[in-house]
């Protein structure tokens, strides 16, 4: 029987942070751990990802890439997380390239009869918008959506439809959790 990690999650170089706190079965691949931050985040899933557990890179073997990377398919989370404080980094979408910093809050033995893996804890902040541009397209967006009447000009009309409602500081922790129950196997 395997852990339960208490993990954090938390955009690089945004401020203030976007983060998420949950759990997860340290049973479970790397793989599921990226489809769980893909719902947990608010991303697509659009993108390769690519994680990095103490210089061990784990994601999909893709034709562009050229260096040893173990497969997320099959790599599971006990093998390379046994600690609190733990840190490790995903990185989602190269082109934009997010980069996260995941660190382990807890460690707790897995109790059967109490699952409610995987699960969302708390956060802050909306994630940025898939293909936004990476952090300063996220920013250009932010920057228009606090000032929408200094920001007059056709770029920012359009990308302010482009927007549509997306609101920078808005989450929902119910609403990520009944996404996460929705797609509870993710495949």
């Given at each position: 029987?395997?852990?339960?990690?208490?993990?954090?999650?938390q955009?690089?170089?945004?401020?203030?942070?976007?983060?998420?706190?949950?759990?997860?079965?340290?049973?479970?691949?790397?793989?599921?751990?990226?489809?769980?931050?893909?719902?947990?985040m608010g991303?697509?899933?659009?993108?390769?990802?690519?994680?990095?557990?103490?210089?061990?890179?784990?994601g999909?073997?893709?034709?562009d890439v050229?260096?040893?990377l173990?497969?997320?398919?099959?790599?599971?989370?006990?093998?390379?997380?046994d600690?609190?404080?733990?840190?490790?980094?995903?990185?989602?979408?190269?082109?934009?390239?997010?980069?996260?910093?995941?660190?382990?809050?807890?460690?707790?033995?897995?109790?059967?009869?109490?699952?409610?893996?995987?699960?969302?804890i708390?956060?802050?902040?909306?994630?940025?918008?898939e293909?936004?541009?990476?952090?300063?397209?996220y920013?250009?967006?932010?920057?228009v959506?606090?000032?929408k009447?200094?920001?007059?000009?056709?770029?920012?009309?359009?990308?302010?439809?482009w927007?549509?409602?997306?609101?920078?500081?808005?989450?929902?922790?119910?609403?990520i959790n009944?996404?996460?129950?929705?797609?509870?196997?993710f495949?």
């Amino acid at each position: 029987m395997g852990k339960i990690l208490q993990l954090r999650v938390q955009l690089a170089e945004i401020k203030p942070a976007i983060w998420r706190e949950f759990i997860v079965s340290d049973f479970w691949t790397f793989e599921k751990l990226h489809k769980i931050i893909q719902k947990v985040m608010g991303w697509e899933n659009y993108h390769l990802y690519e994680f990095n557990v103490n210089g061990v890179k784990i994601g999909l073997k893709d034709e562009d890439v050229d260096y040893e990377l173990k497969n997320s398919k099959v790599e599971q989370i006990w093998k390379y997380i046994d600690e609190e404080k733990q840190k490790f980094h995903y990185l989602y979408d190269f082109g934009d390239s997010w980069e996260h910093e995941i660190t382990v809050k807890k460690i707790n033995e897995d109790n059967p009869e109490n699952r409610v893996c995987p699960s969302c804890i708390s956060g802050e902040r909306a994630c940025p918008l898939e293909d936004c541009g990476g952090t300063s397209g996220y920013e250009r967006i932010v920057e228009v959506l606090k000032n929408k009447e200094k920001f007059s000009d056709e770029d920012s009309k359009e990308l302010l439809e482009w927007a549509g409602d997306w609101e920078p500081e808005r989450i929902d922790v119910d609403e990520i959790n009944r996404e996460l129950k929705k797609h509870a196997g993710f495949g």
